[in-house]
């Protein structure tokens, strides 16, 4: 079965400092990756996603993610944290079966606080 | 801009009602889908539907149903509420190409 897992459901940073939120997958066919951000009372929108191709994927607000096979990771980064990037981040992984329906597992989520 | 709506964004019920949760979109989408979302667990799939009529229990379908009668309307159905059924709600759809989930705001249910 195909599960994700973040590490860490908290994460603290100083403004200006790197962002690193750390996602792994299990997945018995090659993954389709996605990164998704929820700000606070709103839904989740798309921020990056890896279907195939280059494994080092560019998103929006900066923030950037790298598939590495060997690690079974799909980290997220961003060279510097501003204070509206606070929210929750989910990563996910599209389930088995699902090329046509598009069902996503979604890890537990991250919160990262960005501090002035 | 493309929208999924949610019928409301707060709702408080009590134990034992019959509750429906409303969620529209307005993309022409073939696949919907509803996730209840709980601090630490993340997003957990509950149905979804990937055409009218049709749908598929997805991780947690205990203590729900759902319709789609319409393309566009996709309602999660909680048939006797309970109190571990208080969580946000989030509903979902995508199209063919089904690269992107487009999410709606969430309703927030408190069962008491």
């Known amino acids: 079965a195909q599960s994700v897992t973040q590490l860490g459901s908290h994460v603290s940073v100083s403004e200006g400092a790197l962002v690193l939120l750390r996602c792994n997958y299990s997945?018995?066919?090659?993954?389709?990756l996605f990164w998704y951000v929820q700000y606070p009372n709103q839904g989740l929108q798309l921020l990056l996603k890896?279907?195939?191709?280059?494994?080092l994927v560019k998103g929006i607000n900066g923030f950037e993610a790298e598939f590495k096979k060997s690690e079974t990771s799909f980290h997220l980064t961003k060279p510097s944290a501003h204070m509206s990037d606070a929210a929750e981040y989910f990563c996910?992984?599209?389930?088995?079966?699902?090329?046509?329906?598009?069902?996503?597992?979604f890890g537990q989520g991250t919160t990262l606080q960005v501090k002035p | 801009d493309v929208k999924v709506t949610q019928s409301s964004r707060y709702l408080v019920k009590r134990t034992g009602e019959k509750v429906f949760l409303e969620c529209v979109q307005d993309?022409?989408?073939?696949?919907m889908f509803w996730y209840r979302q709980d601090p630490g667990l993340g997003l957990r799939l509950i149905y979804f539907?990937?055409?009218?009529?049709?749908?598929e229990k997805g991780d947690i379908p205990e203590g729900y149903s759902v319709s789609r009668e319409k393309k566009e309307r996709f309602s999660l159905i909680l048939e006797s509420a309970s109190t571990n059924q208080t969580s946000m709600y989030l509903c979902?759809?995508?199209?063919?190409?089904?690269?992107?989930?487009?999410f709606g705001s969430g309703t927030q249910l408190s069962v008491l």
């Open positions: 979902a759809s995508t199209g063919r190409s089904n690269e992107k989930l487009f």
């Open positions: 997945s018995s066919v090659p993954p389709y």
């Open positions: 890896y279907t195939t191709g280059a494994t």
């Open positions: 996910a992984v599209r389930g088995p079966g699902s090329s046509n329906t598009g069902k996503l597992i």
């Open positions: 993309m022409d989408h073939e696949n």
């Open positions: 539907s990937y055409d009218v009529k049709m749908k």
